[in-house]
């Protein structure tokens, strides 16, 4: 069993209870990511799961140049920072560059690896050397098993509070596949692993400038991924995905999400020990 890297106050893995991972993809507003987080944490509260609160302050990595990209490092970091403090939850977002790593450190709880940018050595160095956990997802062309160097990569800086995340392969042109023997694969190379279940429904680039999705498909693949065994789930949630700046057709309604998180506890309840 991995051992639990804490980040804040939610420990991930090691036997504690599945974590949520959720937010909306890009910080589009400050009122927007404070009602998101709110509403997440009442639900979370209910069901008795620990809860990280997500958002990029910017999405650097688009395939369109008009693409929404965020309020950028300065006014984001701003707005993370205070979820984190006045509504009293842990905070994850995404770093892009190395220069980044530090000022990201200072506002968040978790720093995440893009999956494009995973084999990016210095910033993966640059993110463990901070000491903060490093959510590594897993790059759409890596196979789980190359994950390990990637790890390696994070630990060699003296850092172990790594997490591991799964979030859909390239099946073709288009599209990606959701293979869960990655998850078993990443599990046992002794670290807590992720499903981003948002992202693995993704149709890359099927809108043309923007990619595309398959939404139907989160709550069946959120219960086969937690039927394997992860220690946090992650998933992109707005409370009007058609009108989301990034990621519209991937995110999970958020009228949708407590449905979603009974389900994913049942079958995490029925299989913990037997995993």
């Not at 804040?8 to 400050?30: F, Y």
């Not at 990280?52 to 929404?68: E, M, P, T």
């Not at 995404?94 to 450190?105: C, G, M, N, R, T």
């Amino acid at each position: 069993m991995a051992c639990a890297v804490d980040a804040g106050t939610v420990a991930i893995g090691g036997g504690n209870p599945l974590v949520l991972i959720a937010g909306p993809c890009v910080i589009e507003s400050r009122d927007l990511c404070y009602s998101i987080a709110a509403e997440v944490k009442s639900i979370c509260a209910e069901l008795k799961i620990p809860y990280i609160f997500k958002a990029s302050y910017d999405k650097a990595n688009r395939l369109s140049i008009s693409s929404g990209r965020g309020p950028g490092l300065e006014e984001g970091l701003e707005i993370l920072k205070s979820i984190r403090a006045e509504i009293g939850i842990p905070v994850l977002t995404d770093v892009h560059e190395a220069w980044q790593v530090e000022p990201a450190a200072s506002a968040v709880d978790i720093l995440q690896i893009p999956a494009f940018l995973c084999r990016q050595t210095d910033l993966v160095v640059a993110a463990a050397r901070t000491g903060r956990p490093v959510n590594i997802k897993k790059g759409q062309f890596l196979a789980p098993s190359d994950m390990k160097s990637i790890a390696e990569k994070a630990a060699s800086a003296g850092n172990t509070k790594i997490l591991l995340t799964e979030r859909g392969t390239s099946f073709g042109y288009g599209d990606l596949v959701a293979d869960m023997r990655s998850l078993a694969v990443m599990r046992s190379l002794g670290f807590p692993v992720v499903f981003d279940a948002t992202h693995s429904i993704q149709r890359p680039g099927g809108l043309g400038t923007a990619s595309g999705g398959d939404p139907q498909f989160i709550r069946p693949l959120v219960r086969a991924a937690c039927a394997v065994g992860i220690d946090a789930l992650f998933l992109e949630v707005h409370p009007n995905p058609a009108r989301a700046l990034s990621d519209a057709a991937t995110m999970l309604p958020l009228e949708e999400l407590r449905r979603v998180l009974v389900e994913a506890k049942a079958v995490d309840a029925a299989v913990r020990g037997k995993i």
